[in-house]
């Protein structure tokens, strides 16, 4: 398969493709397997791209999906996702649950490996565990232990990190201890943010840790070459003390950082990239092309506002205004036209459904606040006691096709809608934008959230109060409380459960209009069609290589 030569200091920058071309080569074209060795195998190599740098590597730092990606083949823990985003063993043998479902004990393979050839071993598991709900560390990841005897407690720096409910039994065995029982406990536990950390290595490399690919030790099908971090290129290659290394395939995959979609498919058009992300009006124009490759999302994207940035944004007839202002269905269909839904809820379509009803959450929940422009003027009206005639709010947008595109609607339509209301663009590339976010240096923004797993409470958690990805400053007892009862309380109740998160999303939503939910994403591909067995889940990932192969 295509391969791009590298040349140092040559990269992919904004709007530029600035790769080595001149010196790329191609795989064979034999029919045999890529098991089969001699002249005649079929090379397993191929190249890939994403649209922005990868972020962190430290699995309890990262948050991006874009990096998310690329940890999901790197880093594998108790559990791993299947071919149909159910949860199935990893690195764990089995696992034993107690008859009130708060006691999980796993057993680890035999077998399981660190990259160096070392034994993973039970430790290493409370090692990475602690390390993430440590305050020291600040993993925003950390609230997925919530359920976690004591973890909770240990991240509010209420109590010692050593009191936390989990246990390394012996070199094999691991216990975790839940407040209560979690019947998607192993859906959580399958996500790559809870994969081990070796303490002597992550302790030897003390702030090195995981600054490049050499300075990390691996555990997923794959091991990371020639990256460092936020640089533009990376390499993955066959992880040989990986457990299940005969099902993978691929021996080599070169990424790239391509933000304009028109250079990549140009070079997938070339043969010197097997697989690149489109949308919009190249989705169109692929539409009959048998190299294109559609999946929902199930993610939620959304206008965020950042209440503690301008005191404008804590009038909720401000944000009433904005979220009535803007035709979903417009941006989804004309404007994206990418496979993308309108979307009037927090939670998109196909994340929960009701264990008893088997009702999707998103249908149950309803829709809120739906374009309505007499309304939304009629909010605008109210909120002028607080701005006057006039406000310019700052937008930050990827710097993506996508992001413009959306930006550019989003100024002219909420400008037309609401007189006096001035939007100035703020485009940055996606880690500029994350870390932006983090630091709450922003108004508005557009951005978007995939859950690892199934849970709701990771769409929720975004709102809470103390929640580290509660950038805007967003506050409400009520809000917090409903979601909390659900988590702990109403966990194993499926009726009472909905019935707070519903109740929590429509004081979201309705009452506060802390967000405004745009649309639920589609994700498109051109792949080369000699390129097979590439997996794509419902969470997290963009795309998962670990069973993919070149025909």
């Known amino acids: 398969m295509a391969k791009m030569k590298r040349k140092k200091g040559i990269l992919v920058a904004v709007g530029i493709l600035a790769l080595a071309l001149a010196g790329c080569t191609t795989g064979g074209t034999a029919k045999e397997s890529g098991d089969v060795t001699g002249k005649n195998a079929i090379k397993q190599e191929i190249s890939v791209s994403l649209p922005a740098p990868l972020s962190t590597l430290d699995t309890t730092q990262t948050t991006d999906k874009i990096t998310f990606t690329v940890v999901q083949h790197l880093f594998e823990g108790l559990y791993r996702f299947d071919d149909d985003s159910q949860p199935i063993p990893g690195l764990a043998q089995k696992v034993a649950i107690s008859s009130d479902g708060k006691t999980y004990t796993f057993t680890l393979r035999d077998d399981a490996k660190w990259s160096n050839g070392d034994k993973v071993v039970a430790a290493d598991f409370l090692f990475a565990w602690k390390r993430l709900v440590n305050p020291e560390t600040m993993g925003p990841n950390a609230y997925l232990l919530d359920n976690v005897v004591n973890s909770q407690a240990i991240r509010e720096g209420k109590k010692s990190v050593d009191e936390i409910g989990l246990a390394a039994l012996d070199e094999k065995t691991f216990e975790v201890r839940l407040k209560q029982a979690q019947p998607s406990f192993l859906s959580v536990v399958s996500i790559g943010w809870l994969a081990p950390q070796n303490e002597k290595f992550v302790t030897a490399k003390k702030d090195a840790y995981a600054r490049t690919s050499e300075d990390l030790l691996y555990t997923g099908p794959f091991v990371l070459k020639d990256w460092k971090q936020t640089g533009d290129e990376w390499t993955l290659v066959k992880n040989d003390n990986y457990y299940g290394k005969d099902e993978v395939k691929l021996k080599t995959v070169h990424g790239s950082t391509i933000k304009e979609e028109n250079t990549g498919i140009q070079l997938v058009d070339s043969g010197e990239l097997d697989l690149q992300r489109i949308s919009g009006q190249y989705v169109e124009q692929f539409k009959n092309d048998p190299r294109l490759v559609t999946k929902p999302d199930v993610a939620n994207q959304f206008l965020d506002f950042n209440q503690k940035a301008n005191p404008a944004l804590a009038d909720v ?18 404007v994206l036209n990418d496979g993308a839904t309108p979307l009037n809820g ?4 196909g994340l929960y459904t009701n264990p008893d009803t088997k009702e999707d959450f998103r249908k149950y929940s309803g829709d809120y606040n739906l374009y309505d422009v007499k309304v939304a003027k009629s909010e605008w009206e109210k909120a002028k006691a607080v701005v006057g005639n006039g406000l310019k709010l700052k937008l930050l947008v990827t710097d993506d096709d996508n992001g413009e595109k959306v930006g550019e609607y989003l100024q002219s339509q909420l400008e037309e809608t609401l007189p006096g209301l001035k939007i100035v663009i703020n485009k940055q590339p996606k880690v500029n934008l994350n870390q932006s976010r983090t630091d709450g240096n922003y108004e508005l923004s557009v951005s978007g959230w995939i859950a690892g797993s199934s849970e709701l409470d990771s769409y929720f958690n975004l709102y809470k109060t103390g929640s580290s990805y509660n950038y805007g ?15 702990t309380t109403d966990a194993n109740h499926p009726d009472a459960f909905f019935n707070d998160y519903q109740a929590a999303e429509k004081i979201l939503l309705a009452e506060d209009a802390a967000q405004v939910p745009l649309y639920q994403s ?14 794509f889940h419902a969470y997290g990932d963009y795309f998962n290589l670990r069973t993919a192969k070149v025909k």
């Open 346 to 349: 927090l939670i998109p379509s």
């Open 473 to 487: 400053g967003y506050q409400n007892k009520t809000y917090t409380a409903l979601v909390e009862k659900a988590r």
């Open 317 to 334: 007839h401000v944000r009433k205004a904005i979220a009535l202002a803007i035709n979903k269905t417009q941006l989804a269909k004309n």
């Open 522 to 535: 589609a994700s498109n591909y051109l792949i080369n069609e000699k390129v097979d067995g590439i997996v």
